[in-house]
């Protein structure tokens, strides 16, 4: 395959159809208005990329470079390499070898070996060298499919100096929009110019052809004096206004330099008076950053030469812009993708997507079919004083990395053969009714075990009675489970146990209280032999996140995410089956009003809530119910007893 083939989507490369699909950053029919050391950077592709799906156990890449690598201050690497990164990871680069020349093709070993599972691959391209990508090959019969979509739209269009174009990254990957745009998934494009980002006319009305979701103003060094810099900035400034009146503009002041010039001084106080004006006068949609915020003098050490930033600097200017672009852009923080369109809108694509998810999780091996290593039966009870209790069985179930979990299972005096799954979050013990903090697990508990339902006690991973000083659940991603991913830590306690039990109960049920509710609303989706499910305070959709209900990685990973949003999972969870999600108002954790953003989401904490559930029965039609449910009782994070009453009196159903 060649860029130009439509299976493969090439992005930030904004003039790419009309140039004949020539990997080159500038509009070909501007070369002789443009200045000529503008255009031959224009050559080199950075912030071009490469994007497909592909469950292919392998890749190559054929290159042609026109020289060998020839800089100083950039490695090999990060001159001319094509880096691949797999579902937002890195794996490996290509790059021009010693002898480069016009006609000398190189081939190069992305990946090979690896499972036949569907990953999203994009190729990050030069960001110094031009290049011409002779083919991209994968396995004969490999799957072939678009990437997932970005956040937002329209690019974010950067222009600027050899900073922005990507010097000194060492690799293409890690300039600081690539970092950005893989944290909160923004598509962007590179007018970087190393030497000469000085803002000329023809270069603005070009910048301004482009129909972007933010521009990004971040030149100024390269103009040898403040009076040049005067003469431009206004002006380039008003040319973006004019061709885009509502688009928001973000003005970036010259970041640290060693020795810092007297000329960056003055520049910086010229961009801030302009900037300054402009938005007095009315300008609404302009917004300044101060580049010493993005790099200080401190930090000197986040460059290659004084000047221009190593990795570590791109990182600190991705992190410390990312809270700014959010706020511009209306998004949620960084890291959490935009899920509101529900894509699961069948019955046969409910299957299809579960399938999907579950080769993410597991891989070839697919939804576990293995049972807990260990029964121990006649165990006492992880929960004192339980009336209406027969017996306490307990599981213990090993995982990849040497990981192990335990479940309890509560069997009842006078059951009624239907089993709960009862699952916690970030609490290490069921056993809570005489604290004062109480999540309501023990009380939930006994009420259902008082109506006749056995319950299955599940714990997050490391929150269980003795091993609770574990590892995070973000270091948890980082073990090497195998195939698939850590994902799988969170939901086979649950799995195994129900693969030991389920043929003793004619029906299983499953409520969960903060992580356990986001377990609930993954697992469930999953395990369409889940009849009715009940997560409180867990999971709501990531575009109504806020500040302080975020939650851990296993909550917003990207991988995950871009296959189903929240609201395909609720479709998932719901079709031919009931789901109600139960919030507290007065939560004092998770996704209760008060970590609500109602200025950014333009509607209050019930109307945001119930919208979402709404939206999800829409397509769920006569399918199945969902439900959302606002608990008014509850005084903190909890199962509150009121809610406990509206999980008994559905399951009664």
Known sequence: MTPADPRLTVSGLPWLVENNHELIRLPKRLEGALPKAVWNLGLSPAGGRIRFRTNSTSLTVRLEYPSPPNMTNMSDFGQTGVDVYLDGVYRASAIAPKDAAPGKVTETVLFKDLPAVEREVTLYLPLYKPVKVIGVAVDEGAKLAAPARFAVAKPVVFYGTSITQGG????????????????????????????????????????????????????????????????????????????????????ITPIAAANNPPRLVTMREHIRKVVSARIAAGDKNLTLVDGLALMGPGEVDGTVDGVHPNDLGFQRMAERLAPTVSAILKRPPAKLLDDREIVVTSAAAVERKRAELIEFI????????????????????????????????????????????????????????????????????????????????????????????????????????????????????????????????????????????????????????????????????????????????????????????????????????????????????????????????RDNCCFGEAQHDTARLGAPYAEAYRGFGDSVQKVLGNNGRFRVEIDEAATQHMISPWAVGKILEALGQ
């Open 362 to 585: 597991w891989g070839a091996a697919g939804f576990p079919k293995g049972r807990p290593a260990k029964l121990e039966k006649d165990v006492a009870s992880p929960i004192a004083g339980l009336t209406g209790l027969r017996g306490v069985e307990r599981f213990t179930i090993q995982m990849p990395a040497g990981q192990e979990n335990t479940t309890h299972h509560l069997i009842p005096t006078k059951g009624n053969g239907r089993l709960v799954v009862l699952h916690h979050g970030h609490a290490c013990t069921f056993d809570d009714a005489g604290d004062v903090r109480t999540a309501g697990m023990a009380k939930t508990a006994a009420r259902l075990l008082e109506a006749g339902y056995a319950v299955l006690l599940v714990h997050m991973p490391h929150f269980r009675p003795g091993d609770c000083a574990g590892p995070s659940h973000a270091d948890l991603f980082a073990l090497p489970v195998g195939e698939g991913s850590a994902l799988k830590l969170f939901l086979e306690p649950t799995a195994q146990s129900l693969n030991a039990l389920r043929g003793r109960y004619k029906r299983v049920d499953m409520v969960g209280l903060s992580g356990g509710g986001w377990t609930t609303t993954v697992y469930a989706a999953l395990d369409p032999t889940i009849r009715y499910s009940f997560p409180v305070a867990g999971a709501v959709p990531l575009h109504l996140r806020s500040s302080g209900s975020i939650g851990d990685l296993e909550q917003f990973l990207p991988a995950f995410y871009r296959r189903a949003g929240y609201p395909d999972l609720y479709v998932m969870g719901a079709m031919g089956r009931q789901q109600m999600h139960i919030f507290n108002r």
């Open 168 to 251: 000194c990254a060492s690799r293409a990957g890690m300039s600081y929009q690539a970092i950005l745009g893989r944290e909160q998934n923004l598509d962007h494009v590179n007018l970087g110019f190393s030497g000469n980002g000085r803002g000329e006319a023809a270069v603005a009305n070009m910048v301004a052809e482009l129909d972007a979701s933010l521009f990004v103003m971040d030149f100024s060094q390269n103009n040898p004096t403040l009076e040049s810099l005067v003469e431009v900035y206004e002006p380039f400034l008003a040319t973006l206004r004019a061709k885009h009146p509502q688009t928001p503009i973000l003005a």
